[in-house]
């Protein structure tokens, strides 16, 4: 079964301070993709990175960092110096791209951040 | 400007009344996709077509109903048979797998409340 697990429901921090996001997949399909999103306020979900299941490389932009492991099958997210325009919900997502689940997008439950000013 | 166009913004349906909601893109993606997402439970799969007059079930497909007629529409049905509909349904498209910029396109979301 394909899953996606983010077990922070609610997070709050103070400005300034850095948070991490967790999220832990499960599948058996050897090709996916990993996928970060961000739903402010208005409801529409931004997208904020994508990861195939081949390139483990971290990435760093700006303020925001992603930890990829697939020998834990986890996709953290950092975001350093938080600002209060990073409140939101963040969702991690899988994609399937073989096997039987081709093409299906699997969510996490979403983790709400508030920062505090 | 290429994006997901999703309406109405706000859907009011009365007891045992089916509605449809609208999503339309211009990406030209093959893939669309129509959400589900209650408070504290994220987004959960509804319906989903690769191609044109194609599509699957999600994991809580029972109560809906999709067609895909054409590449940029993939309107979602409400039926009476859906028990508690209301929460907010988000579409989405998404180049196919395996293609360099692979990744879902939202639209604005439809605030479904039952009266």
């Known amino acids: 079964a394909q899953k996606v697990t983010q077990a922070q429901t609610e997070i709050s921090v103070v400005e300034k301070e850095d948070v991490t996001l967790d999220c832990v997949y499960e599948t058996r399909d050897t090709t996916y993709y990993l996928f970060w999103y961000k739903q402010p306020p208005s409801g529409e979900l931004v997208f904020l990175i994508r990861?195939?299941?081949?390139?483990?490389q971290n990435e760093i932009s700006g303020r925001y960092s992603w930890n990829f492991q697939k020998s834990t099958s986890s996709f953290n997210f950092t975001i350093t110096a938080s600002q209060v325009v990073d409140s939101a919900v963040y969702f991690c997502?899988?994609?399937?791209?073989?096997?039987?689940?081709?093409?299906?997008?699997?969510f996490g439950q979403g983790t709400i951040l508030t920062v505090h000013p | 400007d290429g994006g997901i166009t999703q309406s109405p913004k706000y859907l009011f349906r009365k007891e045992g009344q089916n509605v449809t909601l609208s999503c339309e893109q211009n990406?030209?993606?093959?893939?669309m996709y129509w959400y589900r997402q209650d408070p504290g439970q994220g987004l959960r799969l509804i319906y989903y077509s690769q191609i044109v007059n194609d599509f699957q079930k999600g994991d809580i497909a029972e109560g809906y109903s999709v067609s895909r007629e054409k590449k940029e529409s993939f309107p979602l049905t409400v039926t009476s048979a859906q028990k508690n509909p209301t929460a907010f349904y988000l579409c989405a498209s998404s180049t196919p797998t395996g293609t360099p910029s692979t990744e879902a396109f939202f639209g604005q979301g439809t605030r479904l409340t039952v009266v």
């Open positions: 997502a899988l994609l399937f791209a073989g096997g039987t689940s081709y093409g299906k997008l699997t």
């Open positions: 990861r195939n299941s081949f390139d483990e």
């Open positions: 990406l030209n993606h093959d893939a």
